[in-house]
């Protein structure tokens, strides 16, 4: 069990310009988190799969944010035309059933 | 809609001294709670969680919470600060939805240990 793994951890880019993240969760772990965390804030939910399926898109999500999770092991997440706005942290959770939830060391995503 | 509230953003404390962050939370169904610590530039560790059972829950590194229904409160512990303890602390709420759950943080506490 290596943990939940998330590339690249650092991400520099101008802003219009896409991004994808990705991450890995611990293996056999059928749900997958995406949070948010801006400078000063706590995280904010984005997003949910279990296993292939995402049920649940918070309000954040713009349009110009999706994500996947096509074989229900590892996830994307993209943004497009980033904006200023977009900079902050973005991790990964996973757990298999219960309520705890595993973290990853995140991306930290600057848009200049 | 679960929300959590953390009094201060900033506590500071000395090596030795006892540890106290308050959390709060806003339910309308029994809550499951928890306590995440952040280090710089890393992820989100879980120190301790309550969901059922006893209300003093015991975590790693020494923390303690105590879940207490009627002040909404769930605040977090710890006898004798080290050093190692300075990182930011997050309180957190489940919401069920879908199967799943999320998680709803607090805007989280800086603890600072002073020498």
């Known amino acids: 069990d290596t943990g939940v793994s998330q590339d690249p951890r650092h991400k520099i880019t101008k802003r219009g310009q896409n991004v994808t993240f990705r991450c890995d969760p611990i293996?056999?772990?059928?749900?997958l988190y995406w949070y948010r965390q801006t400078l000063g804030q706590g995280p904010e939910f984005l997003t949910y799969?279990?296993?292939?399926?995402?049920?649940?898109k918070s309000r954040l999500l713009s349009d110009r944010f999706s994500a996947e999770r096509p074989k229900g092991s590892f996830s994307t997440l993209e943004i497009q035309r980033t904006e200023q706005g977009d900079s902050a942290m973005y991790l990964c959770a996973s757990n298999l059933q219960g309520f705890e939830q595993y973290f990853g060391p995140g991306t930290r995503l600057t848009v200049t | 809609a679960q929300s959590v509230t953390q009094l201060g953003s900033h506590v500071s404390v000395s090596e030795g001294a006892l540890v106290l962050l308050r959390c709060n939370y806003s339910s309308s169904v029994p809550p499951y709670l928890f306590w995440y610590v952040q280090y710089p530039n890393q992820g989100l560790q879980l120190l301790l969680k309550y969901t059922t059972g006893a209300t003093l829950v015991k975590g790693i590194n020494g923390f303690e919470a105590e879940f207490k229904k009627s002040e909404t409160s769930f605040h977090l512990t710890k006898p004798s600060a080290h050093m190692s303890d300075a990182a930011e602390y997050f309180c957190?709420?489940?919401?069920?939805?879908?199967?799943?759950?999320?998680?709803?943080f607090g805007t989280g506490t800086q603890l600072k240990v002073e020498l």
């Open positions: 799969f279990q296993n292939e399926a995402q049920l649940e």
């Open positions: 293996s056999e772990h059928n749900r």
């Open positions: 957190a709420v489940i919401e069920l939805t879908g199967g799943g759950n999320k998680l709803t």
